[in-house]
């Protein structure tokens, strides 16, 4: 029986990489630059590379749109974090300041923060606005 994979883009080197889904909680690695796929720890992306990021990754995303003087926002990311270590290798987890990278955050009508947006193949799934615990985090990304 064939493996199937997942393409999984590298957020450090843009690189694409075909992670055999048996595979993609194993702690996978770029096949260009070396460094952690899939580690279990949120993505930062901003304007420059987010759209590249989120074209070239089959799994479902879990975008959260913060800034850092967001009280909420702070509140939010230890849950944030651990929902991503939970969903390793079924999500990935991603991070955008809305306030250094107003492109994306006007592309997606970001007018509160934190938002969550879930994204499959780049496609707007659902959208959750204001903190959540890590249980709602985990079931906005499934």
Do not use: Y
């Amino acid at each position: 029986m064939a493996s199937t994979a997942s393409l999984v883009a590298c957020a450090h080197c843009g690189a694409l990489n075909r992670v055999p889904s048996e595979r993609l909680r194993d702690d996978p690695v770029c096949g260009a630059c070396k460094r952690a796929l899939l580690d279990g720890e949120p993505v930062l992306l901003d304007d420059d590379n987010f759209e590249r990021f989120v074209q070239r990754t089959q799994l479902p995303l879990v975008v959260d749109f913060w800034a850092p003087w967001c009280g909420p926002c702070r509140t939010m990311s230890p849950s944030f974090r651990d929902a991503a270590r939970r969903m390793k290798g079924r999500a990935v987890f991603v991070k955008v300041n809305s306030d250094d990278s107003p492109k994306t955050a006007q592309r997606f009508g970001i007018r509160s923060i934190p938002t969550l947006v879930r994204l499959e193949q780049g496609h707007e799934r659902r959208r959750q606005i204001g903190g959540q615990t890590v249980a709602q985090l985990v079931e906005l990304a499934t």
